[in-house]
């Protein structure tokens, strides 16, 4: 856990809407685990104030500009154009100075080796899923459930084959793979793999689905959530879910970003996470 | 000053160092209370014996869960936030967050508030003998449950009994942190001086709203949250200038602190300390980047001791 100052080493729109963007992170390969993420910061710039999460895709080496120099090391995320910070974030360029905090969070359980391992990712939610299927894969069959509601919303899938990943694509106006949710691929799979553990990232809606299906199930879930975040790493208190037995007289909440982003389903309550009622009291 | 005078300042390190209410500070800059945790959480970061003082998140008698989420959101250059003052509670906080705090060689200032006046004063009784303890920093922005929800701050009356009964039960330092939400706040800062306050702290957060135009709903859960951040400097500014030219104890200054100078503004109009809120979230080694800046500006303009910058205002 560290804050880099740090720059940027490219960065590429690579569906419409969807961007990456690979940054110089020394230590990386080392200390990030599947399912991590940092806290993103435009260097010198205000607007936007507060950092932003972003899930790490990958962490690797590339060959120095120069020869005879160190390999660089560097991280990838992936991106949505979804708002202030990122419309900021699509017009960096190569070299613009950035910071990383990072790398945070409980990341995922890789689980018992040799057992089946079904990925599901719902749109920018595979980012966390990529670095988890490199360790998996080393060990386990794997195979990738991604869904989106377009053929846009479908991204690097091609780099979890070359993984040796099984991949499955569905998009709900089927414009590619099979039309429909990912979550009725999900009931197939299991069907035929019912031993099988998953691992989910996606929209509310989906983790939600797949929550219910795994639960019906006795299937073992890991989920990565996303929460509004301040400071990223437990002092804010800003990014708390509701966790397991939670009631209004025994409050028990978690924090998304150090107990957190990723929990096992039995952790959460699933019956509050979506509800979003006001409770008064007072600020701070 | 003399350039002769002003070149040898220069060579010298200049003294940042600060009293308060009896406790000695290296330098003026804390943390703001609910923007550093419990201290352990910037750890990794930052070294804590750099720090003035630290000040942790604001305690209750009993464990409080908070509200329900979204707690914040961001808005321009600020934040809004209603966290719920979620805490440990003051036993919890003794026994497991305190031997971690009590490591350091800075002052730790303990945060904390009540729903009713017996509250206040219960915890502040079980904080009097803990050791480690430099000072308590009591948050008087908080709804009386026993008088109509009345926030005590907002009330003089109010806010002078609940100091008042505070003051009793406590022989540690006693900083009364002021709320900015109320007219007057001279009317304010003497009824807790009156009191018995050793020292004033201000700003808390504004209370503010957003709304989502999509969805037609408050951003926050809450509905009313705190802004904080740099949009609220300059009233945070104005607000300590009144309150130094009101009250004879010393103020602590925050409010929209990132940088140096930012701090700086609070100083020159009479405030002894800062504290620095939302920027930790920004660059968890932004106290860090303030004292160094200080150090800085004071070598630069050949000023040998902070405490000379203090309340230098020009009108
Ligand atoms: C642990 C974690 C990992 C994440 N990983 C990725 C990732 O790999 N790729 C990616 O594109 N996004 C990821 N996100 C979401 C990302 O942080 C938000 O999309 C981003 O902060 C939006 O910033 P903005 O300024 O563009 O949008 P804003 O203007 O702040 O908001 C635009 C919209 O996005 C929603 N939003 C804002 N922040 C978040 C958030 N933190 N989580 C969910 N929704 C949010 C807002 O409610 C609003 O509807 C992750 C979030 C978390 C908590
Ligand atoms: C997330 C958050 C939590 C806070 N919690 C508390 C608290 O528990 N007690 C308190 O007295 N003030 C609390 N505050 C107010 C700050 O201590 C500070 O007064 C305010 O944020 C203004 O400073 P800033 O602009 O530097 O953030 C909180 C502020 C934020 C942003
Ligand atoms: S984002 Fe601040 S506690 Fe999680």
Redesign the interface.
Known sequence: ???HKTIILSNQEISPGYYRMRILAPEYSRLAKPGQFVMF?VQRS??????RPFGIFRAGFMASDCDGMAEKEFIEILYKVVGSGTEIMQELHQGDRV?L?GPLGRGFDLGDPHEEKILVGGGIGLVPLYMLAEKLIETSQVRLLMGGRTRNDIITVTEFERLGVETYVSTEDGSLGEEGLVTQVLQRKLDKYPKASVYACGPMPMIDAVQRICAERGTSLQVSLE???????????????KGAGHS?EN?R?LCTC?EGPVFYAEELDWNRLE?????????? | MATQHKQQVKNKRPSLSVEIAGLKLKNPVMPASGTFGYGEEYAPYLDLNGLGAIVTKGLSLNPRAGNNTPRICETVSGMLNAIGLQNVGIDAFIEHKMPFLDQFDTPVIVNFFGNTQEEYGEVAARLDDVPGVGALEMNISCPNVKHGGIVFGTDAAAAHQVVSSVRKRTGKPLIVKLTPNVTDIQVLAKAVEDAGADAISLINTLTGMAVDVKTRKPRLANTIGGLSGPAIRPIAVRLVHQVVQAVNVPVIGIGGISRAIDALEFLIVGASAVQVGTANFVDPNAMQTVIDGLEEFCRNEGVADINDLIGTLEV
Do not use: D, F, I, W
């Not at chain 1, 509004?228 to 879910?241: D, F, I, N």
């Not at chain 1, 509800?275 to 701070?284: E, L, M, T, V």
């Open positions: 856990m560290k804050n910061r205000l607007p936007p104030l507060l950092r910071e905090l929460a509004l975040m301040a400071c990223g790493v437990g002092a804010c208190l800003g990014c708390v879910v209004t409050p909440y150090k509800q979003q009622n006001s409770a008064g009291g007072g600020c701070h």
